[in-house]
């Protein structure tokens, strides 16, 4: 199985599974219309057609499902609220029923010995605030520091760590420049405003919880390494600038209360006027830094990307069934990197995994995660200070455009059936964290 053994990770390091809302749930009792609801109706947005409304029907199975994480011996688990399920329409009067399963879920969680770590968005924002503009409309971060007031007032005290925000890269690059998850846009202006709202939601998120009382606050971010194709200077100019793009904007943003120079010159004409006023209330004091990695971005020049010259070539490395590259060396470095320029804050690598083709034994998966706990230990020995690593994913799930044909369970889900089955890669993190 794995050849790490528990204890070089030290006593206090958490070891956890994470899931998202809209990739497990399933509608349930109920819950507002959200981006992806709406995105994945469309045809032509998410490849094999499917959608979110059963998923892996955790609304009705969570104690199962919070057994499996328990069984494997995990002491956390990294879920998110679906703030259409509270909050239907974004904003106005809470949704009981949505709250209440929130309040079964966590107390689920800490009768079985679990830690809740939740994450308030995890990109279903609600259908309605879309159609007033969604992150493009600068009201968005006081509709969410709102969402995280009740949150907080709700659940707070049963909370091991709470994060604002997951990913931001996808909910504003992704999403509004690449148009390829929801809301589907492809346009600079519209990029520019969510990169700099979502910040903005942030930070009012953070002041809203802390003024709720709730401890252990974070933001989850996704960073690639981020390298050149060759040794040209114009490879490591477009390798520089994508680092910008997928990783700096919102380090910097969120640990430094600076945007990079470089990026803001070539975004200045599409930011909202008067960002930098935003900067100090974005800028806030915070008890954890998340990060998620999954593989590099292997850059080359090209004189025909606009005003981001910059495109990504196919590597040589071995890939995962998403075609991504596998490299666990890739994680120490921006451990590092984090921990050296950016916060000396405990660090957790909230999401971590491999897409793989189906199938009960995975050794590929189990070699997967082996290399990259070896490259936690290596960012530890180099003095960073990683304290957790969370598994993605606990269950197969939908992943997205990629709909359920993409695997990252360590649990494997009959989609047909709802049958749970454990992977080679779950039995492995059993016997790594036997007690
Ligand atoms: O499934 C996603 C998750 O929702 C966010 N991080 C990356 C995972 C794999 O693509």
Redesign the pocket.
């Known amino acids: 199985m794995f050849g790490s053994r528990r204890e070089e990770f030290g006593e206090d390091f958490v070891f956890g599974a994470a899931t998202?809302a809209f990739?497990i749930e399933g509608v349930g009792d109920g819950r507002g219309s959200s981006i992806w609801d709406t995105f994945a109706a469309t045809p032509g947005n998410v490849v094999d057609g499917s959608d979110g409304l059963v998923a892996c029907d955790h609304f009705n199975r969570w104690p199962e499902d919070l057994d499996l994480v328990r069984d494997g011996g995990f002491g956390a688990y990294r879920f998110s609220i679906a703030w259409p399920r509270v909050l239907p329409e974004g904003k106005g009067p809470p949704r009981d029923a949505g709250l209440d399963f929130y309040d079964r879920l966590i107390d689920g969680m800490l009768e079985r010995g679990i830690a809740p770590y939740a994450t308030l968005y995890?990109?279903d924002l609600p259908s309605a605030l879309q159609d007033l503009g969604g992150w493009q409309n600068r009201d968005v971060a006081r509709w969410f520091s709102d969402y995280a007031d009740l949150i907080g007032r709700r659940f707070g005290d049963r909370l091991a760590a709470t994060a604002t925000l997951?990913?931001p890269w996808?909910s504003a690059w992704l999403s509004h420049v690449l148009g390829k998850h929801a809301p589907g846009l492809r346009d600079y202006r519209a990029g520019a405003r969510a990169m700099h709202h979502l910040m903005l939601a942030h930070g009012n998120g953070i002041a809203a919880l802390r003024a709720a009382g709730v401890r252990n606050l974070g933001i989850v971010l996704?960073l690639e390494k981020c390298e050149p194709a060759t040794p040209s200077p114009e490879d490591a100019f477009a390798a520089n600038l994508w680092a910008d793009v997928f990783n700096r904007f919102y380090l910097g943003a969120v640990y430094r209360g600076a945007y990079p120079a470089e990026l803001v010159q070539r975004l200045e004409d599409f930011l909202p006027a008067g960002w930098e006023a935003d900067l100090p209330a974005i800028h806030q004091k915070l008890d954890w830094c998340g990060i998620?990695y999954?593989t590099r971005a292997l850059m080359r020049h090209d004189p025909a990307g606009g005003l981001f010259p910059t495109t990504k070539v196919d590597g040589p490395l071995e890939k995962t069934d998403?075609d991504w590259e596998i490299y666990p060396k890739g994680l120490t470095d921006l451990l590092v990197e984090v921990s050296r320029d950016y916060t000396d804050l405990p660090i957790h690598v909230t999401?971590n995994?491999m897409?793989e083709v189906p199938g009960i034994d995975d050794p590929r998966r189990v070699r997967f995660y082996e290399e990259h706990l070896r490259a936690i230990l290596a960012a530890k020995a180099a003095g960073a200070n990683v304290a957790g690593y969370f598994a993605?994913?606990l269950l197969d799930?939908f992943?997205?455009a990629e709909g359920y044909l993409k695997r990252?369970g360590i649990v494997e889900v009959d989609f047909a059936t709802q049958k749970r089955t454990p992977r080679s890669s779950y039995r492995a993190f059993q016997e790594l964290l036997r007690r």
Do not use: I, K, P, T
């Open positions: 998202s990739q995890h990109w997951n990913e996808c996704n998620n999954y998403l999401e995994g897409a993605w994913s799930n992943e997205w990252f």
